[in-house]
C-alpha cells in the first residue's frame, strides 16, 4: 500500500523560509508515471497547487509562486522536499505531498497533511 | 482563461441526484477529476479520467462531459456524501488547475 508522510515544523515566523519532506512507501519514488506534488489549503479555503516533481527530476511550479518555491527529491531516502522562501502569513496553510498518477495524472494517493502557521 | 469555475454550494435531500458541474476553457482540451473532502480529512479521489472511478467510491457516482463543462453526479445521495468536491484539471503549460470547491449538504 502506498503512503505519503510530510514532515517539517508547524510553526515559522514571518520572512523564514518553510523545509518539509515528503516520505514514500510503498512504491519506487522513480518509478516512471508519477507526478510527486505539493498542494497547499489555506483555512477554510479550497486547493492550491503548488508544483511537482517526476522521476527524471523534471519539476513544474505553479506560476504565481515559482519566485520563492523549490522542489527536490532524494531517491535514495525515498523523499521529496519543498522549500518556500520569504514567508509571509499568507503561507499559513495545510500543505500536502500527493502523488500524481496514470495518463491523466490524477491524485491517487495524498498524504495526510501537515498544518504550518506562519507567525512571530 | 486557465480558469475553473463550481458553483459554491448545492443542497440535496436523502437519497435524491445531485449534479455537481466544473467549468473552463481548459476542459475543452484537458480531462478533470473530482475529489471530496470532508471535514479535517484530506480530500479523496472519487472520479477520474473519462469517467473512472477509483476502488472502493460506491457506483453512485458517475461523471461526465460536455464541451467546456465536466459534472460529477451522485445519484441516491447518502449522508456520508455530505462533503466539499472540488475538480481538477490542467493546462496547456502543464500546470494544475483546482476549481474553488462545491459544498454538498445533505439535507
Known amino acids: 500500500q502506498v503512503h505519503l508522510q510530510e514532515s517539517g515544523p508547524g510553526l515559522v515566523k514571518p520572512s523564514q523560509n518553510l523545509s518539509l519532506t515528503c516520505t514514500v512507501s510503498g512504491v519506487s519514488i522513480n518509478s516512471g508515471g508519477y507526478l510527486w506534488n505539493w498542494i497547499r489549503q489555506h483555512p477554510g479555503k479550497g486547493l492550491e497547487w503548488l508544483g511537482y516533481?517526476?522521476?527524471?527530476?523534471?519539476?513544474f511550479y505553479n506560476p504565481s509562486l515559482k519566485s520563492r518555491l523549490i522542489i527536490s527529491m532524494d531517491a535514495s531516502k525515498k523523499q521529496y522536499s519543498l522549500n518556500l522562501t520569504s514567508l509571509t502569513d499568507a503561507d499559513t496553510a495545510v500543505y500536502y505531498c500527493?502523488?500524481?498518477?496514470?495518463?491523466?495524472?490524477?491524485?491517487?494517493?495524498w498524504g495526510q497533511g501537515t498544518a504550518v502557521t506562519v507567525a512571530s | 482563461s486557465s480558469e475553473l469555475t463550481q458553483s459554491p454550494a448545492v443542497s440535496v435531500a436523502l437519497g435524491q441526484t445531485v449534479r455537481i458541474t466544473c467549468q473552463g476553457d481548459?476542459?475543452?482540451?484537458?480531462?478533470a477529476g473530482w475529489y471530496q473532502q470532508k471535514p479535517g480529512q484530506a480530500p479523496v479521489r472519487v472520479m477520474y479520467?473519462?469517467?473512472d472511478r477509483p476502488s472502493g467510491i460506491p457506483d453512485r457516482f458517475s461523471g461526465s462531459r460536455s464541451g467546456n463543462t465536466f459534472a460529477l453526479t451522485i445519484t441516491g445521495t447518502q449522508a456520508e456524501d455530505e462533503a466539499v468536491y472540488y475538480c481538477k484539471s490542467r493546462d496547456s503549460g502543464g500546470n494544475f488547475l483546482f476549481g474553488g470547491g462545491t459544498k454538498v449538504t445533505v439535507l
Open positions: 500527493v502523488r500524481g498518477e496514470g495518463y491523466y495524472y490524477s491524485l491517487d494517493v
Open positions: 516533481i517526476n522521476y527524471r527530476g523534471s519539476i
Open positions: 479520467g473519462k469517467d
Open positions: 481548459t476542459l475543452r482540451d484537458y480531462y
